[in-house]
């Protein structure tokens, strides 16, 4: 399962990828605007900052609701770097900039996923990464992973090539149960990645290996 990180902040990108585990950074314009990352430029470039950081696929999401809208602006964030891949809204131009953007060997990235439905439509469309959002149906009592069995068991009957990218992660359970049910990706906030390495028994262990240690090297 590949890690992805999910945010805008460079210090925190950074220091995901120094861990040597980060394969690729999610955002969206919350997180950029989070930020303080504001006008066109400002915003390209900082795609191309983050891409200057972390050697792996960058999700950069289209403004634009409407198809023509989408494309132009898809191809422009993609013509940006080669690992840019382009974010777009699980609505009905969406599947069809998704569809135009596969077939012209652009990398997409098919966002604000809630139900299987909409994820074998996106397959069909060719997505390269399909992102359900796990913690926003806990947050209204679905369960977020059930939705993430559902999709990993259709795509695999179905031969599906699209990559099921965990996202909305709220905590470290997320990124184990997203592993434990097949998805391909996680996106999750730095904090949930870094309390995977947490365990009391661990430092426990090695508080105690260290002052045997030291005893015997008195
Ligand atoms: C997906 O790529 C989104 O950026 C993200 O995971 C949304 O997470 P949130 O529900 O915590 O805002």
Redo the contacts with the bound molecule.
Sequence with gaps: MKFFI?TANLAQIKEANDLGILDGV???P??MAKEGIKGETAILQHYVDICNIVDGDV?AEVISTDYAGMIIEGEKLAALHNNIVV?IPMIKDGIKAIKYFTSKGIRT?C?LVFGAGQAILAAKAGATYL?P?V??LDDISYDGMDLIAQIAHIYSVQGYETQI?A????NPMHIIKSAEVGAHVI?SPLESILALLKHPLTDIGLEKFLADHKKSNA
């Design positions: 999910d999610t955002t969206n919350s997180l999700s974010k990235n966002t992102s959002f913690g926003r990218l996202a909305s992660i709220r996106t």
